[in-house]
């Protein structure tokens, strides 16, 4: 049983979870003990199937356990599952990133250093930052979540947002001090800031598009302008895509943003996670030749891992980019397009007020007005959305247990799962319209 696994669990982990939003605490009741996971949809320890709209919080683009990406970790776990060695299926994943993103003749991303975790990627892109311009402020946006390093969990969204934690405590005040938390889509905040303290700006860090306080894409023109702001400055620019890299288009959010369009920018590094890896643990930070070859060995700024470019993760993440073509995101999308749309028409059908929020293939919702900011997230009637997710669970759909976080879909969500949540959505808005707020 579900609630049997959730109470052993708490006898050895720490809230019975290994990452804080898997407890449920934001939704109530039991979280669900997966044992297993294929296509659009997964089984629970009770023998409950449901379909899946998390997709492993985004790497599962093709769907769980897709054939092709499990004989080719089979294949490489058969050989080694780790040698401490470089290996030349990492220098083929780096070939391949560098590739994909590109926009006409630009390719921004020109040197690659494979990590496990976006955590580590994010990290290591802010040190880097430091190391290359010699200045220590940082700026970040609120709401945006870069991972669980101390300079990066000030106002950050996600778990943080879902357990309504200001911060996290152990962070020490020095360290939280070299960061400047800014309201996102903001340009008159963040012109404010460099008039300030722009000799002293090492690097403006941003998601591509906001997706860990739920969607917040970036107004029109408003990462160009971010651009364009740090480099006049002498500051770089980190372009978080962990999430949206590779998930939203091929070349991710920054291909998307610069496919022909006038109003083009060129980022200094990129981080990448979820996808990149294809399930398995490995993410990645690219950008300009001259900044990354600041990076050990070459240059002054440390950093190592002995399960960098593991090689059985380098196969799932190579065997999921080359499947990713243009069918599948075509598929992503146009799922991503009628389910967003079909939850809108429920919620309103109930007469609950509501935005949907989407960048690309990625969505959520909003219980309120239309929202560009953490402030504005935080206004919504959150108090509705966990009797929409209970009722949706119990309909066999299993949707992000916080609504702080993005939904995923997979090219291998068909028309038969997409109905199954279909017809889940009008209790589910009912269930939204009744429920009441806290005491």
Same mark, same amino acid.
Do not use: C
């Given at each position: 049983m579900n609630s049997d696994l959730f109470a052993r669990a708490q006898r050895s982990i720490p809230g019975g979870v290994?990452?804080?939003?898997?407890?449920?605490?934001?939704? =109530?009741?039991?979280?669900?003990?997966?044992?297993?996971?294929?296509?659009?949809?997964?089984?629970?320890?009770?023998?409950?199937?449901?379909?899946?709209?998390?997709?492993?919080?985004?790497?599962?683009?093709?769907? *769980?356990?897709?054939?092709?990406?499990?004989?080719?970790?089979?294949?490489?776990?058969?050989?080694?599952?780790?040698?401490?060695?470089?290996?030349?299926?990492?220098?083929?994943?780096?070939?391949?990133?560098?590739?994909?993103?590109?926009?006409?003749?630009?390719?921004?991303?020109?040197?690659?250093?494979?990590?496990?975790?976006?955590?580590?990627?994010t990290m290591t892109a802010i040190r880097l930052a430091r190391g290359f311009t010699g200045r220590d402020l940082l700026v970040k946006f609120a709401g945006h979540y870069h991972g669980h390093s101390d300079a990066l969990l000030a106002e950050s969204g996600s778990g943080v947002a879902t357990l309504s934690l200001p911060g996290s405590a152990g962070v020490p005040a020095d360290v939280a001090a070299l960061t400047l938390v800014l309201p996102y889509n903001d340009l008159g905040a963040l012109t404010e800031a460099f008039g300030r303290y722009g000799d002293r700006i090492a690097a403006v860090i941003t998601e591509a598009?906001?997706?860990?306080?739920?969607?917040?894409?970036?107004?029109?023109?408003?990462?160009?302008?971010?651009?364009?702001?740090? *480099?006049? *400055?002498?500051?770089?620019?980190?372009?978080?895509?962990?999430?949206?890299?590779?998930?939203?288009?091929?070349?991710?959010?920054? =291909?998307?943003?610069?496919? =022909?369009?006038?109003?083009?920018?060129?980022?200094?590094?990129?981080?990448?996670?979820?996808?990149?890896?294809?399930?398995?643990?490995?993410?990645?930070?690219?950008?300009?030749?001259?900044?990354?070859?600041?990076?050990?060995?070459? =240059?002054?700024?440390?950093?190592?891992?002995?399960?960098?470019?593991?090689?059985?993760?380098?196969?799932?993440?190579?065997?999921?980019?080359?499947?990713a073509d243009d069918a599948v995101y075509g598929r992503l999308d146009a799922v991503a397009a009628q389910l967003s749309a079909a939850v809108s028409e429920a919620l309103s059908a109930a007469g609950v007020v509501h935005s949907v929020q989407r960048a690309g293939n990625l969505f959520s919702f909003v219980f309120g007005g239309p929202a560009q900011s953490y402030a504005e997230v935080k206004r919504q009637e959150a108090f509705r959305y966990p009797p929409f997710f209970h009722a949706m669970l119990d309909a066999g759909v299993s949707l992000p247990p916080s609504v702080f976080e993005a939904w995923f879909v997979t090219a291998a969500h068909d028309d038969a799962a997409v109905e199954r949540i279909l017809s889940a959505l009008p209790s589910a808005a009912h269930a939204a319209a009744v429920g009441t707020p806290p005491a």
């Open positions: 290994n990452s804080p939003v898997r407890a449920f605490g934001s939704v =109530g009741g039991t979280p669900r003990f997966l044992v297993g996971a294929s296509g659009p949809y997964v089984t629970d320890s009770e023998g409950t199937e449901y379909v899946d709209l998390v997709a492993s919080w985004g790497p599962a683009i093709l769907g *769980h356990a897709h054939p092709e990406v499990v004989a080719a970790v089979q294949q490489a776990a058969a050989r080694g599952l780790s040698f401490g060695a470089s290996t030349p299926s990492e220098t083929e994943l780096a070939e391949l990133v560098i590739a994909r993103v590109r926009a006409g003749s630009v390719s921004p991303v020109e040197r690659v250093r494979l990590v496990s975790t976006g955590t580590e990627a598009a906001a997706a860990n306080m739920g969607v917040v894409p970036p107004l029109p023109g408003f990462n160009a302008a971010v651009h364009r702001l740090a *480099h006049e *400055h002498g500051a770089l620019v980190i372009l978080d895509e962990v999430l949206t890299g590779f998930r939203v288009g091929r070349a991710g959010w920054w =291909g998307l943003e610069n496919d =022909g369009g006038a109003d083009g920018y060129t980022p200094d590094l990129f981080t990448f996670g979820k996808v990149v890896g294809g399930g398995m643990p490995l993410a990645a930070l690219g950008g300009r030749a001259d900044v990354m070859e600041h990076l050990a060995p070459l =240059g002054p700024v440390y950093q190592a891992g002995t399960l960098s470019g593991n090689p059985v993760a380098v196969a799932a993440g190579l065997t999921t980019l080359r499947l």
